[in-house]
């Protein structure tokens, strides 16, 4: 469905819909409108059961564990809002964290007396140690819980949350994961993680329908953690299902035909190449690593990060000193040079590094996405605008 004539390198933002999955999700419209009351009362839960069971297998983890939630962003603030903080203690994350997830992070610390301790992890990078080193070094006796990304969304890094996890656990810490972009990206096995929680998007590279998103928490976790809207499934004298399945499958009246249309999405994204899921992974790694280089060689680029650190996307320094050091007027799609690019007809993303400055200069990071509908001219097209000469770019 994208726009023809656009060169569309963002998939990583909000994903792009296949027609058939589209078509899924109208089916099921349809077969809810035509009768609400029987399909939201009594045929959706076997339904979202299937769905749920499909899903599990694809990401390496038992269904009972997985809730559908819209997106990521409701997983990480409702496992965020139930953590019963004490004043003092201390919630780490990463100066790579997605902008919402320390918003979330700030909110529930204000409101406990808790403190927020952002990890500084440099970019460029050399190695997965770094991570490590710099998560690692930011605990303290006070840390409750780390919330970290597996793929990053600015810098576009795959962070060793397996190690992660494992130094956290040892030290007695939990870990939240937003894994936003790995499903679909990355080869997941979330049980193998042994995380505490993790939270992904479905409609990004799995390219379900926009509103797809699924929260898992470990089974000796569930009974601490709470929807982010609190429904009937609080008093369900029910006792065929968990107290976590009877809570998050009803938040109150939704369209659930994003959920459902997972499973179809995900035997579309297995149907595009002999390999199935794991060479379409490495065909769009592959492609990423590639654009990468050409838009490095255009700008004068060393490449920020080994290849082992990127999946499906990739980012990389621009130029474009703010005068006086400060971010004025910046958001995620409201950059000049994003939008000298739009008028190009070119749709990546253009984002100030760091995010969130306290003084001192700053650069811009230029991020493709390389999913299947993309292809290196259109990557060749984009680095022979980044030439110096072309004067898009502020040196």
Not at 57 to 82: C, E, I, M
Not at 235 to 249: A, M, Y
Not at 352 to 367: T, V
């Amino acid at each position: 469905m994208l726009e023809p004539g656009v060169d569309f390198l963002n998939h990583g933002s909000f994903g792009a819909t296949p027609r058939v999955v589209l078509a899924a999700q109208r089916a099921w419209r349809d077969r809810m409108e035509a009768e609400p009351v029987r399909f939201l009362a009594r045929d959706v839960e076997t339904e979202l059961d299937a769905a749920r069971a499909e899903l599990a297998a694809f990401l390496g983890a038992d269904p009972d564990d997985l809730a559908f939630l819209p997106n990521a962003t409701a997983g990480f603030n409702s496992v965020l809002r139930s953590l019963a903080l004490q004043p003092g203690e201390e919630l780490l994350t990463t100066d790579h964290a997605y902008n919402a997830a320390k918003n979330a992070l700030e909110w529930v610390a204000e409101r406990t007396g808790a403190r927020v301790v952002i990890a500084t992890v440099p970019f460029p990078i050399r190695d997965p140690d770094e991570v490590v080193g710099a998560v690692v070094g930011a605990i303290s006796p006070r840390t409750r819980l780390a919330l970290l990304d597996h793929v990053t969304s600015p810098t576009a890094l795959i962070f060793p949350v397996q190690r992660l996890v494992q130094e956290l656990a040892a030290r007695g810490i939990d870990t939240l994961v937003d894994g936003a972009h790995a499903p679909g990206m990355l080869d997941l096995q979330i049980e193998a993680l042994n995380a505490a929680y993790y939270t992904g998007n479905l409609h990004k590279w799995v390219c379900a329908p926009k509103g797809a998103g699924f929260l898992w928490v470990r089974r000796d976790r569930q009974d601490q953690v709470r929807p982010f809207a609190i429904s009937h499934g609080a008093n369900s004298p029910r006792e065929d299902r968990s107290r976590f399945r009877l809570e998050f499958d009803w938040t109150g009246t939704v369209d659930p035909s994003a959920y459902l249309s997972v499973p179809k999405a995900l035997r579309f994204g297995a149907s595009l190449l002999p390999g199935g899921w794991a060479a379409l992974r490495a065909r769009n790694h592959e492609l990423a690593v590639a654009a990468r280089e050409l838009i490095c060689r255009a700008l004068g680029e060393e490449p920020p990060a080994p290849d082992q650190m990127i999946g499906s996307m990739a980012s990389v320094p621009l130029g474009g000193w703010q005068p006086g050091g400060k971010v004025q007027g910046m958001d995620l799609y409201g950059d000049p040079v994003h939008d000298a690019l739009i008028e190009q007809d070119f749709q990546v993303v253009v984002t100030p590094w760091p995010q969130r400055p306290d003084g001192g200069r700053w650069r811009r990071l230029l991020r493709v996405s390389c999913a299947a509908y993309n292809d290196l001219p259109q990557v060749e097209r984009l680095a022979s605008l980044l030439q110096p000469s072309s004067g898009l770019v502020p040196m």
